[in-house]
């Protein structure tokens, strides 16, 4: 059973806190620590878009490298991508005995981060979008998070984590502890098998089912994504049961006897293999060589995806949405 935290003393967050990165966690992270009065300064690179709405927020903002002199943790809040280089501008100036603190184990994992041994080195990663997370916790709730210690240098690394995670507000609904590597390990795979490979796929393979089959692309769009949000708020509310529960019995006859034909042992196999990759560092290590080259693959299957009829019938009809609830007169 999964150990679960809901308090952290906030009061062990007596210094600054230095948040790299102003971006979807980063603004959610940086404005609910000020909220639950901590110190913030957000570190941003030279000319960064993001420094005025920074600044709007009323938070103190400097490089990276001046962020981080002096602050008792330091909150890796950037892409995968740049985090090794970001390091290596900030580490010449990081105070003796600070924390970094990552918000998914990626980089420290995959042995990309490594820092000195007088660093404790721990995770508060919620499961959730950043915007979600400032919602919620203006909201007076919070989103759940997993925390981790990779490195505990100071011998009370997982109280600093659990004080952060409730400065966040993520004590609120739940810390659940785990390590670097289960995080890590993890959140890629139900990346890619699941919530975003996985879905994606299924989708798109649905809709080009239907319109091969001669249906109208723009009724196979709405069958098989429009619909899927809220089949998925039904899931999130309640569970697959809960989900079944709501649907007609015509659907769930259908699910419960043609989902395990879609998705039948084949597909098992493939995620078990999906998971192999993950474990070995092979996926990691294809994503690293990826990103040092310039990401060019990845430029050339976005193109790829963004190209196919799917996205060209949910552009229209998405636009078409948006234009009839605009012309609702109000109330």
Known sequence: MAT???EGNVELLSGK???????????????????????????????????????????????????????????F???DQVHPRVYEEVAANLAPGSALLF???????YGRVTAPAGHDVIMVAPKGPGHIVRRLFEEGFGTPAVIAVEQDASGNALNLALAYGAAIGAGRAGMIETTF?????TDLFGEQAVLCGGVTELIR????TLVEGGYQPEVAYYECLHELKLIVDL???????????SVSDTAEFGDLTRGPRVIDYLVREQMKVLLEEIQSGGF????IAEMDAGEPRLAELRQQAGDQELERVGKELRALMRRERAEVPAA
């Not at 690179?45 to 903002?61: D, K, Q, T």
């Not at 393979?205 to 080009?208: I, L, M, P, S, T």
């Not at 990691?284 to 994503?287: C, G, H, I, V, Y």
């Open 181 to 185: 590597a289960e995080e890590t390990e």
């Open 205 to 208: 393979a649905g809709f080009e």
């Open 4 to 6: 679960i935290h809901h």
């Open 77 to 79: 809040l950037l892409p």
């Open 103 to 109: 918000a998914h184990g990626f980089n420290v994992h």
């Open 17 to 75: 806190v230095a948040v790299l990165g102003y971006g979807s966690q980063g603004h959610a992270h940086a404005l609910n620590l000020r909220d639950s009065g901590v110190e913030v300064e957000v570190g941003l690179r030279e000319g960064s878009p993001s420094r005025a709405a920074v600044e709007e927020a009323g938070l103190a903002v400097g490089t990276p490298a001046d962020a981080v002199r002096d602050a008792q943790i330091v909150s």
């Open 284 to 287: 990691a290590r294809e994503w």
């Open 235 to 245: 899931i999130w509310e309640g569970g697959l049961s809960g989900m079944r529960h």
